[in-house]
């Protein structure tokens, strides 16, 4: 597509339950991101990848969070046991490399997920 | 984000007016993006400035980057309905260059 796209738009899941959020880059962006944004909360860096590796995962808040990517091209972003405060829009990101080259960052329109 | 404040956190103009939103870091930066954010859905990418003394413009929208390289404006003239939203500034940082640290947000609503 021309765009970046996130699967699902929506998603309501319980307590404990495990949620997969999907990412398709624009087509020949090797650089990926995934965001948090929670009510009333900025936006929260989650993790970077470059290509199929992810040099940079300090966002992600905790254990329970795992991203992945294959191909150079679809990520998914798991969250285990999910809580409440998990809550939150996932938002996911491309570039066609980094942001110190001078590259436009691109973003879908976000997975919201609720956790209740 | 401490490291990036915006001013102010909300406006409400009357359309046909002028109105700036500031972007202001602790630190150097390295490069600025503005984005605009309407509720639900994704952030539309605006601009992006990296030199110092930068100035871009698009439609009705100027963005500015200080000399310093640690302060951003946007401008936008005639403001109109269709402007409304959220304005995001993000930024990357010597040491974090591979992720944007982004504002808390100005919430714009233009009133016809």
């Known amino acids: 597509g021309a765009g970046v796209s996130q699967s699902p738009s929506n998603k309501v899941t319980e307590k404990g339950k495990d949620v997969e959020l999907r990412c398709d880059p624009i087509?020949?962006?090797?650089?990926l991101y995934w965001y948090r944004q929670s009510l009333g909360q900025g936006l929260e860096f989650l993790i970077y990848?470059?290509?199929?590796?992810?040099?940079?995962k300090s966002g992600l808040p905790s254990d329970r969070f795992s991203a992945e990517r294959t191909g150079g091209s679809v990520s998914t972003l798991t969250i285990q046991r999910t809580q409440q405060e998990d809550s939150a829009v996932y938002l996911c990101?491309?570039?066609?490399?980094?942001?110190?080259?001078?590259?436009?960052?691109?973003f879908g329109e976000g997975s919201w997920l609720t956790v209740v | 984000s401490q490291e990036l404040e915006q001013s102010p956190q909300s406006l409400i103009v009357q359309e046909g007016k002028n109105l700036t939103i500031n972007c202001t870091s602790s630190?150097?930066?390295?490069?600025l993006y503005w984005y605009k954010q309407k509720y639900g859905e994704g952030l539309i990418f605006l601009m992006m400035?990296?030199?110092?003394?930068e100035e871009k413009s698009h439609e009705k929208i100027t963005a500015k980057l200080d000399e310093k390289k640690q302060q951003s404006s946007l401008h936008i003239t005639a403001s109109q309905p269709s402007h409304a939203g959220i304005y995001l500034c993000?930024?990357?940082?010597?040491?974090?260059?591979?992720?944007?640290?982004f504002g808390s947000g100005t919430q714009l609503t233009v009133l016809p």
């Open positions: 990101a491309s570039s066609p490399g980094q942001p110190i080259s001078g590259n436009t960052i691109y």
């Open positions: 087509s020949g962006h090797t650089a």
């Open positions: 990848f470059q290509g199929n590796s992810a040099p940079d």
């Open positions: 630190k150097t930066l390295y490069g």
């Open positions: 400035l990296q030199k110092g003394g």
């Open positions: 993000g930024a990357y940082f010597s040491g974090s260059a591979r992720q944007l640290t």
